[in-house]
Nanobody, 121 residues
Framework: QVQLVESGGGLVQAGGSVRLSCAASGRIFTINTMGWYRQAPGKQRELVARITRDGSTNYAEFVMGRVTISRDNTKSTVYLQMNTVKPEDTALYYC???????????????WGQGTQVTVSS
């Protein structure tokens, strides 16, 4: 019904920057909260940042001041700008969206397939 496709991951040097994008498509009436989670090998998936439809944001403490989440509602897309990246930022980054779907207007959660970010020291 709804697909989330991430892009923008890759290999980046410590101290550098990376920008992730996630575009939603499908039977969408409206998208409420969107966000980014990450999962490193051997660790649980954790919230990085999230943003509501009206632009209110929340950030995990470990990225505070280094990361900016934004969205373009006209494109159903959420972005994650990561600056001053560290080796511990290495993880698979997943996009998330709370979507009100057509035709039921139910609220359903969707996840992208993940995009790898690897930070070299």
């Amino acid at each position: 019904q709804v697909q989330l496709v991430e892009s923008g991951g890759g290999l980046v040097q410590a101290g550098g920057s990376v920008r992730l994008s996630c575009a939603a498509s499908g039977r969408i009436f409206t998208i409420n909260t969107m966000g980014w989670y990450r999962q490193a090998p051997g660790k649980q998936r954790e919230l990085v940042a999230r943003i509501t439809r009206d632009g209110s944001t929340n950030y995990a403490e470990f990225v505070m001041g280094r990361v900016t989440i934004s969205r373009d509602n006209t494109k159903s897309t959420v972005y994650l700008q990561m600056n001053t990246v560290k080796p511990e930022d290495t993880a698979l980054y997943y996009c998330y969206a709370d979507v009100e779907v057509i035709p039921s207007f139910r609220h359903l959660d969707y996840w992208g397939q993940g995009t790898q970010v690897t930070v070299s020291s």
